[in-house]
């Protein structure tokens, strides 16, 4: 527990040098959110589906969680360059908790994009459906950020070429994002794209967020997609364990 | 304090260390000596728990390194050869987050930071960050570092590289002074002969991933027939060349070669 501090505490204390990644990663949801939220929102509210900022703003507040968490690898990938990671390797903790301490450092991170990104959606009219319904939002949260930062810390593990990285991520979050149904509702489009959504960890995100934040009916259940995330989150999390243990430096 | 029995570490077809074998008393300053590529930090490595052995044994203070790796790692200090500090952060926070890691209590904690940093003449720059540090103040960092924990053993990897004379004498003068009262076992590598001639009670020389000489100082002098461990190394590591091509010259600039 000790280990898990101090390396969150050092990630903490390095979050200036996240100031990049965070603005890099709130720049793309907030052009969604002007474009799409403002822009298209009326033809939503016109086909009588309800304000469009409501329905779009749950899901697009996980989207900077999603990256942060998936890119929270590159700072291990750094550190493993740069030497840092060999000085925690030689310690007397277990490699374990060494990753549990990047992964609480890294969702802490991504979950902070995730609180600006709210703050911004609130800005142009989102309104929460009450205090409970922020709570449950709150753990999807937390739910999303743990288990994307669990992916970005196995696949770093893995993986040497940090470009590579860079990527694989990229190439793995972009259609994950697009076929979640953060842009849409998954009850009206055609069957293919909804099957493929049931493969997609982060349409379960978005569903949560969605069905407690927005408020909105769920298009699998609130249950389900805490599950799904839970389930999921605690499969990346052995995984990395392995991989990180198997790295030789 | 430590033992090594047939070590042996194979990088695919390279055997980077092959079938080493030796032992360092408690309190024992022991110089690995060897060419560029001879396996040294390979070695230190295997010691240190960071590469898992191809064969052999490897004890720390009476424990297998394979078994009781955290009994191991709790045991020892290191610098190794290239940086491991994290420059995003100053240089007490590095001190900070070792001794943390270490398990060391706030109050001792801070007091031997304090002392390590004022002995490294870094304490006037320790709110800085690394970064901002030139090469030969980093280095004193990971060295001041390596003391924190006040490690039995203290494994350090061409400690010395990139600086300058008054720092690399007081270097030397500290770790004597911490071997003579703390009883400190230290297992280092240099490829200054000078300074290894200086504070080593027994050297190893190790060429090719395999040990070519042991011994005090005066027995490889005395063995190779020379007055200064420089030129007794260079007899030692220079027979293995001379026996793979016949002038001396040419076997060492092939030697070069392979290396780049
Ligand atoms: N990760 C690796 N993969 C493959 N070969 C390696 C690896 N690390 C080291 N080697 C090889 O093992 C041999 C020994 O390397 P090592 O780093 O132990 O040498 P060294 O004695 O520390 O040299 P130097 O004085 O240059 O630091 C070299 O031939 C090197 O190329
Ligand atoms: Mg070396």
């Known amino acids: 527990m000790n280990t898990v501090y101090v390396l969150w505490l050092r990630q903490m204390k390095r979050i200036s040098r996240s100031r990049f990644r965070l603005a890099a990663s709130l720049s793309q949801p907030l052009l969604f959110l002007v474009a799409f939220g403002l822009g298209f929102g009326q033809i939503f509210q016109r086909a009588g589906q309800g304000s469009y900022i409501q329905f779009f703003a749950p899901g697009l507040i996980v989207m900077p969680i999603m990256f942060l968490g998936l890119f929270s690898g590159a700072d291990m990938m750094w550190d493993r360059r740069f030497g840092f990671l060999k000085m925690t390797l030689v310690a007397p903790v277990s490699r374990l908790a060494l990753l549990m301490g990047r992964t609480a450092g890294g969702a802490t991170v991504s979950i902070l994009g995730g609180l600006l990104l709210a703050l911004a959606t609130a800005i142009v009219g989102f309104r929460p459906a009450g205090l409970a319904a922020s709570a449950l939002g709150l753990a999807f949260m937390l739910l999303t950020a743990c288990l994307f930062t669990a992916w970005g810390m196995a696949l770093a593990s893995a993986m040497e070429d940090f470009q590579a990285y860079q990527l694989f991520i990229n190439y793995m979050a972009m259609p994950m994002f697009y076929l979640s149904g953060a842009f849409f509702p998954l009850n009206f489009v055609p069957k293919p794209l909804r099957i493929l959504a049931l493969f997609n960890p982060f349409a379960y995100a978005v569903d949560g967020m969605r069905a407690s934040l927005g408020g909105a009916a769920a298009h699998f259940s609130i249950t389900t997609d805490l599950g799904v995330l839970a389930g999921l989150s605690a499969l990346f999390i052995l995984l990395g364990a392995r991989l990180f243990a198997r790295i030789q430096v | ?260």
């Not at chain 2, 009994?71 to 190794?80: A, D, S, T």
């Not at chain 2, 940086?83 to 900070?96: I, K, P, R, V, W």
């Not at chain 2, 400690?159 to 076992?185: A, C, F, Y």
């Not at chain 2, 200064?228 to 070069?256: D, H, K, M, N």
């Open chain 2, 1 to 260: 304090m430590i033992r090594v029995e047939h070590l042996v570490k194979q990088y695919g077809d390279v055997k980077a260390v092959s079938d080493i074998s030796f032992t360092v008393a408690e309190a024992e300053i022991f110089a690995f000596l060897g060419p560029n590529g001879a396996g040294k930090t390979t070695t230190i490595k295997m010691l240190t728990t960071l590469l898992r052995p191809t064969a052999g044994r490897v004890e720390v203070d009476g424990l297998d390194v394979t078994a009781h790796p955290d009994e191991v790692r709790r045991r020892f200090g290191i610098v190794f050869q290239d940086s491991s500090t994290d420059d995003e952060l100053s240089a007490y926070d590095n001190m900070d987050l070792h001794g943390r890691l270490y398990r060391m209590p706030r109050g001792p904690r801070a007091k031997r930071i304090e002392f390590l940093l004022n002995l490294f003449e870094l304490w006037d720059r320790r709110r800085d960050s690394v970064k901002q540090f030139s090469g030969g103040m980093k280095r004193r960092l990971e060295i001041a570092r390596s003391f924190l924990h006040t490690p039995k053993i203290l494994f350090l990897d061409e400690p010395t590289l990139g600086l300058d004379p008054q720092t690399r004498n007081l270097l030397w003068s500290h770790v004597q002074k911490l071997n003579d009262m703390e009883r400190i076992t230290v297992f280092l590598t240099t490829h200054y002969m000078e300074e290894a001639e200086r504070v080593a009670h027994r050297i190893g020389i190790i060429d090719h991933g395999r040990i070519v000489a042991q011994g005090t100082v005066s027995e490889l002098k005395a063995r190779t027939g020379t007055d200064s461990l420089e030129r007794a190394f260079l007899a030692l590591t220079g027979t293995t060349i001379r026996e793979e091509a016949p002038a001396p010259q040419l076997g060492r600039i092939r030697r070069w070669r392979r290396r780049q």
